[in-house]
T-cell receptor, first 114, second 116 residues
Framework: DTGVSQDPRHKITKRGQNVTFRCDPISEHNRLYWYRQTLGQGPEFLTYFQNEAQLEKSRLLSDRFSAERPKGSFSTLEIQRTEQGDSAMYLC???FGEGYYGYTFGSGTRLTVV | SQQGEEDPQALSIQEGENATMNCSYKTSINNLQWYRQNSGRGLVHLILIRSNEREKHSGRLRVTLDTSKKSSSLLITASRAADTASYFCATDVVPYSGAGSYQLTFGKGTKLSVIP
C-alpha cells in the first residue's frame, strides 16, 4: 500500500485521558501535515513538517497538543488531557515539495471524547 | 478561519446531469485545488489550477479560475451515482514571509447527491 496510513481509525476516550495518533506518509514525500475536521466543516490546518522539522503550528494547536516526526518518517500527534471539544476527525496528509500535484490524505482517525 | 466558501452547500441531481459547484476566496493565492470526500473518509485530490491558469480539464472534471473575482468553479459532466460525495475547494496561503506556501485552507464544502 503506497498511500498515507493512519492508526487507529477510531478512538473513544474518556475526558482527561491522553491519546496518540500515528501517521505513515508516502515514503517519497518530505512534507507532512495534520488537519482537524469537525462535522459539517472543512479540514483546518494544525501543523506541518518538512522532513523532521516542525515548521508551523496553527493557533488551534493548544499546548495540550504535540506533534513529532522523528527521522522525518512517520509522525505522531498527541493530545493530553482530552476535552469534549477535541472530538473530531484528525487527518494526516503528505506531499512532495509544496504539493503542486496535490496532497495525499489518509483516511483519518476519528476521536470521540466522552 | 476558513478562506474558501463553496456554493451551494448541497446539490441534488439526477444521474447523467452536470453538476456545478462554486468557490470564493478572500486573499491572493498561488493555486486552488479541489478535493472529494466520501462520507467518513479522507480527502481525495481531484485537480489543481494555478493562479496563472484560467481553465483546466481532467476527465469529466472542468475547473475554472477567475482571480479578479477570487472565484473558481468545478463542473462534473455526465454525473454518476459514484460521484456522490462532499467537494471542497482549498487554497494555499502565502506566508507573510514570502516563502513557499505550506498549508491549504479549505471551505465548508458542497455536498453532492447523484440520484440513480
Amino acid at each position: 500500500d503506497t498511500g498515507v496510513s493512519q492508526d487507529p481509525r477510531h478512538k473513544i476516550t474518556k475526558r482527561g485521558q491522553n491519546v496518540t495518533f500515528r501517521c505513515d506518509p508516502i515514503s517519497e514525500h518530505n512534507r507532512l501535515y495534520w488537519y482537524r475536521q469537525t462535522l459539517g466543516q472543512g479540514p483546518e490546518f494544525l501543523t506541518y513538517f518538512q522532513n523532521e522539522a516542525q515548521l508551523e503550528k496553527s493557533r488551534l494547536l493548544s499546548d495540550r497538543f504535540s506533534a513529532e516526526r522523528p527521522k522525518g518518517s512517520f509522525s505522531t500527534l498527541e493530545i493530553q488531557r482530552t476535552e469534549q471539544g477535541d472530538s473530531a476527525m484528525y487527518l494526516c496528509a503528505s506531499s512532495f515539495g509544496e504539493g503542486y500535484y496535490g496532497y495525499t490524505f489518509g483516511s483519518g482517525t476519528r476521536l470521540t471524547v466522552v | 478561519s476558513q478562506q474558501g466558501e463553496e456554493d451551494p452547500q448541497a446539490l441534488s441531481i439526477q444521474e447523467g446531469e452536470n453538476a456545478t459547484m462554486n468557490c470564493s476566496y478572500k486573499t491572493s493565492i498561488n493555486n486552488l485545488q479541489w478535493y472529494r470526500q466520501n462520507s467518513g473518509r479522507g480527502l481525495v485530490h481531484l485537480i489543481l489550477i494555478r493562479s496563472n491558469e484560467r481553465e483546466k480539464h481532467s476527465g469529466r472534471l472542468r475547473v475554472t479560475l477567475d482571480t479578479s473575482k477570487k472565484s473558481s468553479s468545478l463542473l462534473i459532466t455526465a454525473s454518476r451515482a459514484a460521484d456522490t460525495a462532499s467537494y471542497f475547494c482549498a487554497t494555499d496561503v502565502v506566508p507573510y514571509s514570502g516563502a513557499g506556501s505550506y498549508q491549504l485552507t479549505f471551505g465548508k464544502g458542497t455536498k453532492l447527491s447523484v440520484i440513480p
